[in-house]
């Protein structure tokens, strides 16, 4: 993947500023939805069973657009499908709270979904060519913005709850900061090379061996993530037996180690190196589940879980850095084909989760979580992407 010569103004640390920007302006524009779930949830009148059928429609917008989306940011350039996406999916956001009626929100959140992935797809292309403009590691302070706004915008749900701000205009809010920055910051994101644009492009290309053991890597550890997200309070409350008020101390301690980890993730990896790296990172997962498991105890599990939110903090930027370096494809369709092997694991991970636990009990199905996350580890090792 080659790219453009740079404009004077455009210096590697007004390029980095600009992706970090979009992925900022993501992880707001998530969280501001997901903070206003249980309004929307009333206001539609929906039981659980019927909101978990609802939320639905937003993953199968993401799984739907993978290949598309892979194939626009290879047609049509990352720089510009960055800008089409993110303005789309700041739009969408702000239908969801004038959605009255189920369907209309299923319709919505299968568009959020949709452009979503759109906007995720080409902002990690952007990443990866200011990366190699950089020459060195610098994806995981990408994904690490994305966390933090993340918490920025859940905080700002929080207090527009607390003063009866409905949905609508908390959405409209987030919508505007996120037009500011968008706009602001465009300019400044990576020119894509012309080389390649007008050939014909295929829109499924199938992974080589190489990429898919990258989402295979990544496969695994999101299914680790999506334990903690969906399970990680069910678990404190069912089998470590902290009381209601403490049944979160095992999330918020996953949280705070992968915004953190991702922070500190690409000193490590340009310090030890990428593969030694992702080997950690599955070791980390696997003992922290481990612990979990084994000392189902307050202090011990939510040890564990500190461990976990290391672990899972630099596997995924990782794997789509050395994704985008792939020479077998564009870096688009490689993201987006290593994206689609990866979010599978996000998605069946909870619900393999409670199949297993009812088979067996949860802390079985966590146990079996600590062996895919110890795959990590084990498929790091053999994939030669990573350097």
């Not at 970090?20 to 659980?48: C, Y």
């Not at 500190?264 to 990172?281: C, E, Y």
């Not at 939110?309 to 564009?330: I, K, N, Q």
Request: glycine share 10%.
């Amino acid at each position: 993947m080659s790219y453009s010569i740079l404009a004077p103004s455009q210096s590697k640390k007004y390029l980095r500023m600009a992706v970090a920007a979009f992925f900022f302006v993501q992880g707001l524009s998530f969280a501001a939805w997901a903070s206003r779930i249980p309004d929307i949830k009333n206001m539609l009148h929906l039981t659980e069973g019927g909101l978990g059928t609802v939320l639905l429609a937003l993953p199968l917008g993401l799984m739907a657009s993978l290949p598309i989306s892979g194939w626009m940011v290879t047609k049509y350039g990352s720089k510009k499908m960055v800008l089409f996406g993110a303005i789309l999916y700041a739009i969408t956001l702000t239908f969801i709270g004038f959605a009255t009626r189920t369907e209309q929100l299923v319709i919505v959140l299968f568009s959020f979904g949709l452009w979503g992935n759109l906007c995720n797809i080409a902002v990690n292309t952007q990443a990866v060519a200011v990366e190699q403009v950089y020459g060195k590691s610098i994806m995981a302070s990408f994904h690490g913005l994305w966390s933090l706004a993340g918490f920025v915008s859940a905080m700002i749900g929080t207090f527009f709850i607390s003063i009866n701000i409905p949905p609508q205009i908390h959405f409209m809010v987030i919508a505007v900061i996120a037009f500011a920055i968008i706009f602001t910051a465009y300019k400044h994101t990576m020119p894509d090379s012309e080389k390649n644009r007008d050939e014909e492009q295929p829109m499924f290309v199938k992974p080589d061996r190489d990429l898919l053991m990258l989402g295979l890597i990544g496969f695994c550890a999101m299914v680790c993530e999506g334990a903690m997200f969906d399970w990680s309070g069910v678990y404190f409350m069912e089998v470590v037996k902290v009381p209601a008020a403490m049944k979160t101390m095992g999330y918020v301690a996953f949280m705070g180690t992968m915004t953190g980890g991702r922070f500190a993730g690409d000193w490590l990896a340009n310090k030890i190196g990428r593969k030694k790296m992702l080997q950690i990172s599955g070791l980390l997962m696997a003992s922290g589940m481990g612990i979990a498991v084994l000392l189902p105890y307050m202090a011990t599990a939510t040890f564990g879980l500190l461990l976990v939110g290391f672990g899972v903090s630099s596997v995924v930027p990782l794997v789509y850095s050395a994704a985008g370096r792939s020479t077998t494809m564009s870096a688009g369709m490689a993201l987006a084909a290593v994206s689609s092997i990866s979010f599978i694991g996000f998605l069946i991970g909870p619900p393999l989760i409670g199949i297993i636990a009812q088979v067996a009990d949860l802390r079985f199905s966590f146990a079996v979580v600590a062996l895919l996350a110890f795959c990590t580890t084990l498929l790091s090792s053999r994939a030669k992407l990573i350097q």
